[in-house]
């Protein structure tokens, strides 16, 4: 790795071999020095979740000038929080996750291990962004994507924000997005969540489906909406889940 160059470190949570990262990776490649550490199989949905009663392994991938990969056997905070401590050369100047094969709009940003790496990113300070893009179809071609997420990766560079403050941007999956606009993480929840089929041997078993409901679609703000219109969205975010708000009301209560 060099010095003179911006590292950058990428995981994800469709682990090391998905297109969405080896896509991101690339472009990354051309803003500084790319260390990758991504789980071995995929572990969508795991959040901020730590392995803790097995041994984490890291296996080297490939190595060469300006570009190192490991997969982890492992969740997505695993891997970034194993990177960091024992892996990485020096502390990553940008830390990047994605890009995820699915959005990661609304409230699904709680559960997203994708976010999960962005969120740990910025317990150490280093400005972070999740990648995301709107359909899980491995074979689409990513290509119209690529002026958005050098529009993410050049705003987080060039700017200085305030701490903890962290990205989450998603890209629809369409060939001409519209652009790039700020947006708020939709309130909502997930309906009919479940479907429940029959196995061979006639024992019901549940799977994990359902529609998403945004509490405010109306509002101008409203991720889920913009990206449905054709617009990529950029939301700030924090992993500080304190409600600062109702600290004054708190203290008159007790």
């Given at each position: 790795m060099n010095n003179n160059r911006p590292l950058i470190f990428i995981s994800n949570d469709d682990s090391y071999n998905a297109p969405g990262i080896k896509f991101l990776t690339e472009i990354a490649r051309s803003y500084g020095d790319v260390f990758v550490a991504a789980p071995e199989t995929p572990q969508s949905g795991k959040s901020s979740a730590i392995t803790m009663e097995q041994p984490i392994r890291a296996r080297l991938v490939s190595q060469e000038e300006g570009l190192t990969i490991y997969a982890v056997n492992g969740t997505p905070v695993d891997c970034i929080k194993l990177a960091l401590n024992e892996l990485v050369p020096r502390l990553p100047d940008f830390i990047f996750s994605g890009m995820n094969h699915g959005y990661n709009s609304g409230n699904c940003v709680t559960y997203s291990g994708t976010m999960g790496v962005v969120f740990e990113g910025s317990f150490y300070g280093i400005p972070s962004m999740g990648f995301s893009y709107g359909s899980h179809d491995h074979s689409l071609n990513l290509s119209a994507c690529e002026p958005i997420i050098r529009q993410g990766i050049e705003l987080l560079m060039n700017h200085t924000f305030d701490k903890g403050t962290c990205f989450n941007l998603n890209i629809p999956a369409?060939?001409?997005?519209?652009?790039?606009?700020?947006?708020?993480?939709?309130?909502?929840?997930?309906?009919?969540?479940?479907?429940?089929?029959?196995d061979p041997f006639g024992k019901p078993y549940y799977w994990t489906t359902g529609s998403y409901v945004a509490e405010d679609p109306t509002n101008p703000l409203n991720d889920?909406?913009?990206?449905?219109?054709?617009?990529?969205?950029?939301?700030p975010c924090t992993a500080d889940q304190t409600l600062h708000s109702a600290i004054k009301e708190l203290q008159k209560l007790l």
């Open positions: 369409c060939e001409k997005i519209i652009g790039l606009k700020p947006a708020i993480n939709a309130r909502g929840r997930w309906m009919h969540e479940y479907e429940k089929r029959i889920v909406a913009l990206l449905e219109q054709g617009y990529a969205t950029i939301a």
